[in-house]
């Protein structure tokens, strides 16, 4: 298994596990035949998509076959009041108008695009405690590890006063009681859509790709 290394605590894994980058396609190509690898499980975020792209490189070129372990999208419901975008520059776009109050669901990464829109109060939630401030006017930071509850969410989104969700189509249930809340409570999501990937062998099951991995080990793919 290999992170990326963005959170400092990662959960403890039953298997070898590495971190950080491997070069690009050539570096992991070269990684994979130096650690005689016979198959490839992408699970990265969805969001992922040059370590995902690269993955597929690699895998080719290295001749190792590749299943993708994908989240189903989340759908908006009855009651979601979703506005779409395709990324995040058309999250930042999104934000011009008077100040909000805005609940940022994209983990520390993405949140200096939004300095840009100072005029918004922002409500943040990491994972980790960051080493320096985030560069936003007006924030408030929340520190704290999923998976959430519906409850929790609606709470928190009640007791910060939140007018608008911006978050990433992650798919799965360990991030959707914020959508579940913000349904219930009738505050507008923007949700930013997922990015184009290669053409690759995906599965949302994890049985799927166990049996996968068998039937390609039994008949020496």
């Avoid at 409500?123 to 560069?135: G, K, Y």
């Avoid at 959508?179 to 930013?192: D, E, Q, Y």
Wanted: aromatic content about 4%; overall charge positive.
């Amino acid at each position: 298994m290999s992170y990326a290394g963005r959170t400092a605590r990662p959960r403890p894994q039953p298997v070898p596990v590495r971190v950080g980058g491997f070069g690009g396609a050539e570096g992991l190509a070269a990684w994979l035949r130096a650690e005689r690898v016979t198959h490839v499980v992408d699970a990265t975020h969805p969001f992922a998509a040059r370590i995902s792209a690269n993955a597929v490189a690699a895998a080719r070129c290295a001749g190792v076959p590749l299943m993708a372990l994908t989240r189903p999208a989340w759908r908006a419901r009855s009651g979601d009041r979703w506005t779409h975008v395709a990324d995040l520059d058309a999250a930042v776009a999104a934000l011009d108008g008077p100040p909000r109050r805005v609940m940022l669901a994209l983990g520390r990464m993405h949140v200096e695009r939004f300095a840009a829109r100072p005029q918004h109060d922002y409500l943040l939630r990491f994972v980790d405690r960051p080493e320096h401030a985030p560069a936003l006017p007006h924030h408030r930071l929340v520190i704290d590890r999923g998976p959430f509850t519906e409850t929790g969410d609606r709470r928190l989104l009640v007791e910060h006063g939140t007018e608008l969700i911006v978050c990433k189509n992650a798919g799965g249930e360990g991030a959707a009681a914020k959508l579940t809340a913000a349904r219930g409570l009738g505050v507008p999501v923007l949700m930013i859509d997922r990015p184009a990937l290669p053409e690759r062998r995906t599965s949302d099951s994890v049985a799927a790709v166990l049996d996968w991995l068998a039937h390609s080990t039994d008949r020496g793919v």
